[in-house]
């Protein structure tokens, strides 16, 4: 296995290196942080590895261990910012990163959705992102508040493409916006990745004969 500051020496790369040459694109209004954008996307990626069990987690870690190769860590909440701000190349870069790690031996796409939930269901008021997110049901957590997760994954795990929606979105109405974009490029909406010609794999939440035929016809 792979040390991790192996790892980060040759994510940092790769990312540097994208955004120098791909012209990723620009971020999002605001002050311009501590960090590079370089910097952000790399530990915005390092922080999904499996071993962090929440955000606080991550950071706690990172300022315990990452501060020699990343000088200029800033406090979480402006972390936070400068993720939000450098959204659009963390999208592009996971997109070129699945092209690049693809294969011809990826013979299919699996097709699934998660729950992301952003506070507890019985609070009260609106709460955070009115209007995007709400309740939905989760066969891992039950009632949820917050967003669902539309991932197309390959056989060994690169995430191909992505997309979210409101909880109580159903699989098959999300996974149908999916496809369309991915058949029909939105500039606005990129992270569902390109259209391919293998096929989709996915659980029984997609399942419906006229649903599938409409699909293969659209």
């Given at each position: 296995?792979?040390?991790?500051?192996?790892?980060?020496?040759?994510?940092?790369?790769?990312?540097?290196?994208?955004?120098?040459?791909?012209?990723?694109?620009?971020?999002?209004?605001?002050?311009?942080?501590?960090?590079?954008?370089?910097?952000?996307?790399?530990?915005?990626?390092?922080?999904?590895?499996?071993?962090?069990?929440?955000?606080?987690?991550?950071?706690?870690?990172?300022?315990?261990?990452?501060?020699?190769?990343?000088?200029?860590?800033?406090?979480?909440?402006?972390?936070?910012?400068?993720c939000r701000r450098?959204?659009?190349?963390?999208?592009?870069?996971?997109?070129?990163?699945?092209?690049?790690?693809?294969?011809?031996?990826?013979?299919?796409?699996?097709?699934?959705?998660?729950?992301?939930?952003?506070?507890?269901?019985?609070?009260?008021?609106?709460?955070?992102?009115?209007?995007?997110?709400?309740?939905?049901?989760?066969?891992?957590?039950?009632?949820?508040?917050?967003?669902?997760?539309?991932?197309?994954?390959?056989?060994v795990g690169v995430?191909?493409?992505?997309?979210?929606?409101?909880?109580?979105?159903?699989?098959?109405?999300?996974?149908?916006?999916?496809?369309?974009?991915?058949?029909?490029?939105?500039?606005?909406?990129?992270?569902?990745?390109?259209?391919?010609?293998?096929?989709?794999?996915?659980?029984?939440?997609?399942?419906?004969?006229?649903?599938r035929s409409h699909?293969?016809?659209?």
């Amino acid at each position: 296995m792979v040390d991790v500051a192996t790892f980060l020496t040759e994510l940092y790369v790769m990312v540097d290196d994208f955004c120098q040459s791909q012209r990723p694109p620009p971020p999002l209004a605001g002050p311009e942080g501590a960090l590079s954008g370089s910097e952000v996307v790399t530990l915005a990626l390092f922080a999904q590895w499996a071993w962090f069990t929440s955000e606080r987690d991550f950071y706690r870690y990172a300022h315990r261990h990452l501060r020699g190769a990343f000088p200029a860590l800033p406090d979480r909440t402006q972390f936070n910012r400068a993720c939000r701000r450098q959204q659009a190349a963390m999208v592009a870069f996971s997109l070129f990163l699945a092209q690049k790690l693809g294969t011809a031996a990826d013979l299919y796409e699996a097709l699934d959705s998660t729950a992301l939930p952003t506070r507890n269901p019985r609070r009260r008021g609106r709460g955070w992102l009115p209007g995007q997110a709400n309740i939905g049901w989760s066969n891992r957590l039950g009632w949820f508040e917050g967003l669902r997760l539309l991932l197309a994954v390959t056989p060994v795990g690169v995430v191909t493409g992505f997309g979210t929606a409101p909880a109580s979105t159903k699989d098959q109405p999300l996974a149908e916006t999916f496809f369309a974009l991915r058949q029909q490029p939105d500039p606005r909406l990129p992270s569902v990745g390109a259209a391919t010609a293998r096929p989709y794999v996915a659980d029984k939440g997609f399942a419906g004969r006229h649903q599938r035929s409409h699909w293969e016809q659209t």
